[in-house]
C-alpha cells in the first residue's frame, strides 16, 4: 500500500546509477510508446532461471527526431524523482550492440490509465477517480518541488499501479524551469498535441508550473470521461472548430476559441456532485461538494 510518500532526494547521497546488463534483460513484450522511444516489458533475469523481476525498458527510437542529448536528461530527470507517484527509476543498461543506452524502470502491471479505464470503468467510482486526481496532483505537486515543468501531462502519460494508485510516467518533455525565470520557452513545436496545452503555451510555446495546471485540468476531464475515446479532448476540440482545418492552422483556432472562453464542455458521466472548470487564468477549480 502506498502511504503517498514523496521525499526529497538526499543531495549528498549520489544516486546509486544501477547498471543492468544487456544479456541478463529478455525482452518480453512491447508496452507501448512514449515521446520520442518505444517501451519494452523485460524480465532482468541473471540467474536464467526466470526468477529475475519484470522491468520496463525503454529505448530512444533513432528515427525519431529526439537525440540521445534529450534521452540522457530524460535519464537524469526520472533518476532524480523519489515519489509514490511518480514511476521510479530502476537503472540504465548500456547496449553495447547498438551504442545506445535503455532506461529501465518499474513495471507497472495494469498498463495505461486510458486502457485501465475502457477495461475496469463499471467498477471505477467517483471516489476512486478523485482518489486518482489526488494522486496526479501530489505527485505535480512533488514536480513542481523539484522546479520540473512536464509539458506532457494527459491521461496517456497516466500509468496504473494497483486498483488505488496511478503514477505519472514518461518525462521525455520535461524541462528545469531555471531558478530567475518563471516559464519556459521552447524554440521548437513538439509532437505532444496542442489540446492539453494552456493558451500561453500554444501562443508562445511557453511552459511553466501554471502550464502543468492547466494539463492538470484537461487530464480532470480525461478523467471524469473515463477517458471515453469519443470525450477526447482533441476530438471535441476538433468537433467545436471544424474538421475540415488543417493542422497547420489548428493553433490559431484553438487560441481563438480559448479567447472566448470555449471550454471543453463538462463531461456528461460526470456525478453532479463534480463540478470541473478550468478559467482563462489557468486555476483549476474541482468543486467537489462531498455530500450524501
Ligand atoms: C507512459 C506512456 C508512454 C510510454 N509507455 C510507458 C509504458 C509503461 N508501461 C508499463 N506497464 C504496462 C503497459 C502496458 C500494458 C498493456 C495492457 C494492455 N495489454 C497490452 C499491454 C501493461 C502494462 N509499465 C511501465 N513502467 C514504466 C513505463 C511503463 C508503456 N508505454
Known amino acids: ?25 529478455r525482452c518480453i513484450s512491447i508496452l507501448g510508446k512514449g515521446n520520442f522511444g518505444s517501451v519494452e516489458l523485460c524480465r532482468y533475469d541473471p540467474w536464467g532461471d526466470n526468477t529475475g523481476d519484470l522491468v520496463a525498458v525503454k529505448e530512444l527510437q533513432s528515427n525519431k527526431q529526439a537525440t540521445m542529448a534529450d534521452f540522457q536528461r530524460e535519464i537524469q530527470t526520472i533518476s532524480s524523482l523519489h515519489c509514490d507517484y511518480i514511476v521510479k527509476y530502476k537503472g540504465i543498461c548500456y547496449s553495447a550492440g547498438r551504442l545506445s543506452t535503455k532506461l529501465v524502470m518499474e513495471y507497472l502491471p495494469y498498463g495505461s490509465l486510458i486502457g485501465y479505464m475502457e477495461k475496469h470503468r463499471q467498477n471505477v467510482c467517483t471516489r476512486r477517480l478523485l482518489l ?9 505537486e512533488y514536480l513542481q518541488s523539484m522546479r520540473y515543468v512536464h509539458r506532457d501531462l494527459a491521461a496517456r502519460n497516466i500509468l496504473v499501479a494497483s486498483d488505488t494508485l496511478v503514477k505519472i ?56 470521461s473515463y477517458c471515453d475515446i469519443s470525450r477526447n479532448p482533441k476530438r471535441l476540440c476538433i468537433q467545436k472548430i471544424g474538421s475540415y482545418v488543417q493542422s497547420s492552422s ?33 486555476n483549476v477549480f474541482v468543486w467537489v461538494t462531498l455530500t450524501n
Open 250 to 282: 489548428m493553433a490559431i483556432h484553438l487560441l481563438n476559441l480559448l479567447k472566448d472562453n470555449w471550454r471543453l464542455p463538462m463531461p456528461s458521466q460526470c456525478p453532479p456532485k463534480v463540478k470541473i472548470k478550468t478559467d482563462f487564468y489557468m
Open 1 to 25: 500500500k502506498s502511504d503517498g510518500f514523496c521525499r526529497r532526494p538526499n543531495m549528498f547521497k549520489k544516486q546509486q546509477q544501477d547498471v543492468f546488463e544487456e544479456r541478463y534483460l
Open 132 to 140: 486518482f486526481a489526488s494522486q496526479i496532483c501530489k505527485g505535480m
Open 169 to 224: 510516467a514518461d518525462f521525455g518533455l520535461t524541462k528545469i524551469i531555471p531558478v530567475d525565470k518563471e516559464y519556459y520557452r521552447v524554440t521548437q513545436p513538439g509532437e505532444s498535441p496542442i489540446f492539453w496545452y494552456a493558451p500561453e503555451s500554444v501562443s508562445e510555446l511557453k511552459f511553466s508550473h501554471k502550464s502543468d495546471v492547466w494539463s492538470f485540468g484537461i487530464v480532470l476531464h480525461e478523467l471524469f
